[in-house]
């Protein structure tokens, strides 16, 4: 990751509370200004929230004592090599705001507006989910039968499901189906799409192993695209239809996101609506994107106001308030959680505050959403990069702080000082939980040390104030503790052991 630029200072803060949601106003001479297009949404009294959190986005780490330096969502995405983020934010159950933004230096590619659509990724998961829970409660299907009734032309192969104990709906939504873990990588757009059956048996051609049950149903929480592409297939055979066509009816167009969309690929009529998928490098990907089969898993093409639609249906759901999602089924998904999680969503209880977060990433897409049940306070983005997770943080961190929400809170610290020839010393080669190779390199022009993933990904660390010897990447949180007793070639990450490799020379001298 790249060290985070920081340009903005916020100056004069007056708390004021609006409704439910708290905010912290401030002069709007610092806004980013750029014309909205009448295709997004700005609610009346929304505009000085909005100035917040344009241009008030904030580190996960907040340095005690010091003065906090704040960015704008236009230096971030420049920053971050990022093209275009497509954004709403929910209040009390209502987008207040939804708008799209570009990166001036990628604007030549492409003009997009609040109808474009990004790839959702992995937010498809809980969008099929909620059309299956639909089509329970109509008895249209039955989410704890066992799959294999409903499935025409694949047998699942035998593992270690049982006549007892089978794979079903249910599991497979929740991610408890015992079927092998993993997500998918799409196709090229010039490549033709294999099918379902092609993709569940892993026949020539497909670039993800066939499916098996490696586990007992319902003993292990383990995420499973290829669960969701079993659900796929059944839901198309009990249809008889094609799984764009039942999502439409069963979950798109009741829930209002008409410009949603899971066929693969996209029809021609759509190419003008796509935000074309970036890589790391800022390179467009072949094409402009990856097509993905498993439409249940990974298919749908959609935007932060559509997608804040489906959220709030779920908030209304359960208020007891939604004419699709009725109160029980929405309260019964819940009392499910296995883990902090349930069906996908991460499951956040902070006193009486109930909330839902779920995250995506296809290739060169970043996608993100989460929302309280309790007030209906939340926020959605779609972000066509592959760069798109550090900005995704900062945009939650940043709401929460401007809107009052209970979760994704700052991590206060103080800083601390190493001496350079400390810093010097933990340079070398890791191998982190016996595993995986890490590195540890010393920076001379700006005297830190930075942590160096398989990846290519760099964590730049700032001494911490600790019981060992503590670094914090201030954009993320990760921490990074090395273990004085073990005269510091050790370290901690994630509650892991990273033990220091011994050079050549080292082996040498014995």
């Not at 959680?337 to 505050?353: A, K, P, W």
Request: glycine share 8%; net charge negative.
């Amino acid at each position: 990751m790249k060290s985070l630029v920081k340009n903005i200072i916020f100056q004069s803060f007056i708390l004021i509370i609006v409704g439910s949601c708290s905010f912290q106003s401030k002069d709007s001479k610092d806004a980013i200004t750029h014309k909205v297009n009448a295709d997004c949404i700005n609610q009346k009294d929304s505009i000085e929230r909005k100035i917040q959190l344009e241009s008030g986005i904030r580190e996960q780490v907040k340095f005690l004592g010091e003065s906090e330096n704040l960015s704008s969502i236009k230096d971030k995405m420049s920053e971050y090599n990022i093209p275009a983020l497509s954004l709403a934010v929910i209040c009390q159950g209502k987008i207040e705001w939804a708008d799209i933004y570009q990166n001036a230096n990628f604007s030549e590619e492409q003009k997009l507006d609040c109808k474009s659509i990004f790839q959702a990724a992995s937010l498809s998961k809980p969008v099929t989910f909620l059309a299956a829970v639909r089509m329970h409660a109509a008895g249209e299907i039955d989410l704890d039968k066992n799959i294999q009734n409903y499935l025409k032309d694949f047998v699942l192969p035998q593992g270690k499901q049982t006549a007892e104990n089978p794979v079903t709906f249910r599991n497979i939504f929740s991610h408890t189906s015992g079927i092998i873990s993993g997500g998918y990588e799409g196709y090229a757009n010039n490549l033709t799409l294999p099918s379902d059956l092609d993709v569940l048996r892993g026949s020539e051609g497909v670039n993800s192993p066939a499916i098996e049950v490696i586990t007992p149903p319902n003993e292990t929480l383990a995420y499973s695209g290829g669960g969701y592409t079993l659900a796929e297939l059944a839901l198309q055979d009990i249809y008889n239809d094609e799984f764009s066509n039942i999502m439409k009816k069963w979950i798109l167009e009741p829930a209002g996101m008409k410009h949603s969309e899971f066929t693969q690929p996209l029809l021609a009529s759509k190419s003008n609506q796509e935000a074309k998928g970036y890589t790391q490098l800022g390179d467009v990907l072949d094409g402009g994107w990856r097509n993905y089969p498993e439409q249940a898993a990974a298919g749908l093409w959609s935007n932060a106001i559509d997608m804040a639609k489906f959220l709030i249906e779920i908030y209304k759901g359960y208020q007891g308030k939604s004419s699709i999602f009725s109160q029980s089924d929405i309260k019964t998904i819940l009392s499910h959680e296995r883990d902090g999680h349930v069906y996908g969503f991460i499951l956040n209880r902070s006193g009486n505050d109930i909330s839902i977060t779920h995250y995506g990433g296809n290739a060169g897409y970043s996608t993100g959403m989460t929302l309280s049940l309790t007030s209906g306070n939340g926020l959605v983005y779609l972000i066509n990069s592959d760069n798109g997770r550090a900005l995704s943080n900062e945009l939650l961190l940043s709401a929460s702080q401007i809107y009052n929400w209970k979760q994704f809170k700052q991590t206060d610290v103080h800083r601390d000082e190493v001496s350079t020839d400390v810093l010097k010393e933990l340079s070398g080669e890791y191998k982190w939980n016996n595993q995986i190779d890490l590195s540890i390199k010393f920076d001379e022009n700006n005297d830190l040390i930075a942590l160096y993933f398989p990846n290519g990904d760099e964590y730049k660390l700032t001494p911490i104030r600790g019981d060992k010897l503590d670094f914090i990447h201030p954009n993320t949180g990760v921490k990074v503790s090395f273990i004085k007793d073990d005269n510091l070639r050790s370290f901690n990450l994630y509650g892991q052991t990273a033990v220091k490799l011994k050079l050549k020379t080292d082996a040498n001298k014995k």
